[in-house]
């Protein structure tokens, strides 16, 4: 059985090795996860609250060790580790807060009888988590499917099994019950026997699109519901009355954050041949400016790339388009140093044959085009397979109104970068998958929606008693 491992992206050092669970361990989780399903389900919003608001405070108090403990596994510079951690408290904290408003019971107004809609768990649910953001992306998952009365079992990135680890002990230390929050060290290839097991109702995934395509697949074959995140190749717009200042610092910003690995990065930046030239010059600035190193260090603004696969991977692509006609402003190789570090790369007069003009570039390199006027912008903004987010920066509210209506995305911000937030519905349309995570919408996506019509005696006996 393939092993899963922490291999140090900064150093290609191999630290630690786990070996995958067997047939009769992952059973033993099942069987836990549906035993406990049972009884959790009856504890109260406010129990649950309590444990979750206390997952908060471990995640708070132990930031440095998580943070350092994401750095290790997947590279990410040290101190958006530590954002990242404090940004899964807040969203354990906005679900045990909020959690009872969202689900509580609704009554419809009806002629006769009482009706209502209740909002009830639905069970073990499998959540297929990246190593990209590897505890924001649980903890979005996980906190509002603990809160709606679910149990969770978790099938990481086997680049980060620490993480994966160190979570359940979060729950676990935070007073869950032993089965209500589970990691399963699993490759890839014993998902299948998970989905088709009936004691796991739903299933959840952040990942690839042929992996998402997979999952769906398999879930859909036993009628279980999926809600699937797929990644992007997300556009960002800079119209003429755009503030250049802003628009071409959160460029470089948009496109570099987590080493440019992260599905609502900015990838495409397309902008209008007004302002063109003075866009681009900034930009390649930014790009070169910034400082690449050992992730661990504070000052750090670009690290390496998760594992040397992806690092292949992306150098390929900027290969190929090059080979297609592309041209380099800035960066374009490997850089020559132990780990998997790329230069921050800008390619510009990209042909649409070219792996850049619409394949997601999963590292820090942007692909630049100019266009004439806000109608190709909006033309080439939707010529992609993907529809997660876009950035468009203009203040003009005729313009604003035009992209918010036109372009085929799950969320459009203006004049700021593409960003996840726990009180706001995060999802995308077209090959960035379906179903919404965050917000009231993420939490009711794993319950089961009951209506409940009540007629006779027993409505004017409870109605006496109201």
Known sequence: MTAIATVNPATGESVRTFKALTDSEIEGKLERAAETFHSYRRTSFAD?????????????????????LMTLEMGKPIQAAWEEV?????????????????????TVPAETGHTTIHYQPI????????????????FRFAAPAVMAGNVGL??????????ALAIEDI??????????????????????????????????LTGSEPAGSDVASLAGKRIKKTVLELGGSDPFIVMPGANLDDAARTAVKARTIN??????????????????????????????????????????ELGPLATEKIVEDLDAQVRKSVAAGARV????????????????????????????????????VAALFRVRNIDQAIELANDTPFGLGASVWTNDEAEQARFIDEIESGMVFINGMVASDPR??????????????????????????????????????NASTE
Not at 259 to 285: D, H, P, W, Y
């Open 86 to 106: 404090a940004k899964s408290a807040w969203g354990c904290r906005y679900y045990a807060e909020n959690a009872a408003r969202f689900l509580q019971v609704e």
């Open 259 to 300: 080493n440019g690995q992260s599905c609502i990065a900015a990838k495409r930046f397309i902008v209008l041949e007004a302002i063109a030239e003075e866009f681009t010059r900034r930009m390649v600035a930014g790009m070169q400016a910034l400082k690449i190193g050992d992730p661990m260090d504070e000052s750090t």
């Open 48 to 68: 649950r609250a309590w444990m979750l608001v206390r997952a908060a405070e471990i995640l708070e108090k132990e930031k440095d060790h998580f943070g350092r």
């Open 123 to 138: 069970g073990p649910v499998l959540a297929v988590m990246p190593w990209n953001f590897p505890f924001w992306q649980v």
């Open 329 to 364: 402003l800035t960066g374009g190789r490997r850089l020559e140093r132990p780990g998997n570090y790329y230069e921050p790369t800008i390619l510009t007069d990209i042909p649409e044959k070219a792996p850049a003009y619409r394949e997601e570039l999963f590292g820090p």
């Open 424 to 461: 706001l519905p995060f999802g995308g349309v077209k090959h960035s998958g379906f179903g919404r995570e965050l917000g009231v919408y993420g939490i009711r996506e794993f319950v089961n929606i009951k209506t409940v019509s009540v007629r006779g005696e027993a409505v004017r006996k």
């Open 171 to 204: 729950f676990r230390r935070a007073g869950f019950p032993a089965g209500a929050f589970q990691t399963l060290l699993i490759v890839s290839k014993q998902v299948a026997q998970i989905l088709d097991d009936p004691r796991v109702k739903a299933a959840t």
């Open 154 to 163: 978790l099938k990481h990135a086997s680049n980060v099994p620490q993480c």
